[in-house]
């Protein structure tokens, strides 16, 4: 093979693998564009409760309720951003005649949040995402007297780790109390791929010879 002939098969190599590393960017960036967007689909989950009688013999139970997820497309259009608001209600009871008299018990509820890929160092193929995988999530503040709840939540996600998010505490002044959130916002960048969240809700109560803590959880949804 003469000398010209050999640069113009090197050429021709060259530009073939430049345009198959374009067309796989592109089959890149169409993905995530497209599990980017989003939908504006709300999703309504049944309420559940999970009951256990305590070695005290109290009755606890744990009840999630009124929850909902709705996924929404991303306010800056980004492919590398989830978006969407949740709802929920969690609440505690205390019932039964216990040996001993329970001593402090709370509430706590919130979602659990993961990221399926962090794409913060950059994906193959020459394409890129933002510099961080960040969650953000704010609401505002609780209106139940006693509920303990920060306005504002920001974390650093992971790949293939997940986030426990909690929404508040309330605590158990009597045989039951709850605490609710309505249209939490949450936001995920950096991520490529699905955005899964997962309600529970905690209720623990001590005696002055055990402590217990019940937990029930919702079904996955994603972002």
């Not at 969407?84 to 505690?92: A, D, K, N, P, Q």
């Not at 920001?154 to 249209?183: N, Q, R």
Request: charged share 10%; aromatic share 6%.
């Amino acid at each position: 093979m003469d000398t010209a002939m050999f640069m113009h098969w090197g050429g021709l190599q060259t530009n073939a693998g430049r345009h198959a590393v374009t067309a796989a960017a592109a089959v890149v960036v169409g993905l995530a564009a497209g599990v980017g967007a989003g939908t504006a689909a709300a999703a309504t989950f049944p309420d559940h409760q999970v009951s256990k009688t305590t070695a005290d013999g109290w009755r606890v139970t744990a009840i999630k309720a009124d929850e909902k997820v709705r996924s929404v497309a991303p306010l800056n259009q980004s492919p590398w951003t989830r978006e969407g608001f949740l709802s929920l209600r969690g609440e505690g009871r205390i019932t039964g005649a216990g040996r001993i008299a329970v001593s402090a018990g709370t509430v706590t509820s919130g979602f659990q949040i993961g990221c399926n890929t962090d794409v913060t160092s950059g994906v193959t193929l020459g394409v890129t995402a933002g510099p961080t995988a960040q969650m953000s999530i704010s609401w505002p503040p609780a209106l139940i007297v006693g509920a303990q709840a920060s306005g504002n939540i920001s974390t650093t996600l992971k790949p293939g780790t997940i986030a426990d998010i909690p929404f508040g505490t309330k605590k158990l002044a009597g045989p039951s109390a709850g605490l609710t959130v309505d249209g939490v916002h949450v936001k995920v960048d950096g991520c490529l791929g699905p955005v899964a969240v997962r309600s529970y809700v905690t209720v623990a109560i001590s005696t002055p010879t055990n402590d217990n803590t019940i937990n029930v959880y919702g079904q996955p949804h994603y972002l």
